[in-house]
C-alpha cells in the first residue's frame, strides 16, 4: 500500500511537472494545479465496489476492467509527461515501479477483472 501511495503521489507532481511546463503567466499555475486535481479526481472517483485497495465506497461504480484502464492510462500519462519535459530515465523508472507494483500486487489484478459489476 505504500509503494502504491508512493506512486499516486508521483503522478501528480510529474503531471503538476508537465503542466508547469506547457504555458507560461497564470496559465501555467492552472495547469500545473489544475491537471493533477483532475487526476485525482478521477482515481477517486471511478472505483469498483469494496475494492480492497480503497478505503471508501466508490463513488461511480465501474468493472474492474475499466478501472485497471483508467490506472493504467493515468500511471502511463504521468510517464509520458516526465519524458516530455526531458526526464527520460525519471519516465523510464516510474514505468518500471509501475509495471513491478502490478507484478507483485498479481491478486488484485485478478481480483480486478474478475470485478463485472
Not at 507532481?13 to 491537471?35: D, M
Not at 502490478?102 to 488484485?108: F, H, I, K, L
Request: contains cysteine; charged residues 15%.
Amino acid at each position: 500500500m505504500a509503494v502504491r501511495f508512493i506512486l499516486e503521489l508521483t503522478v501528480l507532481v510529474s503531471t503538476g511537472s508537465w503542466g508547469w511546463n506547457q504555458s507560461e503567466g497564470w496559465l501555467r499555475f492552472v495547469l500545473a494545479i489544475g491537471i493533477p486535481m483532475v487526476l485525482a479526481i478521477i482515481w477517486g472517483t471511478f472505483a469498483v465496489p469494496n475494492d480492497p485497495s480503497r478505503s471508501a465506497k466508490a463513488l461511480v461504480v465501474v468493472t474492474g476492467d475499466v478501472r485497471l484502464l483508467i490506472e493504467l492510462g493515468i500511471f502511463a500519462f504521468a510517464s509520458w509527461s516526465l519524458c516530455s519535459i526531458g526526464f527520460i530515465k525519471l519516465s523510464l523508472l516510474l514505468s518500471l515501479i509501475v509495471f513491478a507494483h502490478y507484478a507483485v500486487s498479481y491478486d488484485r489484478l485478478k481480483w480486478l477483472i474478475s470485478q463485472k459489476t
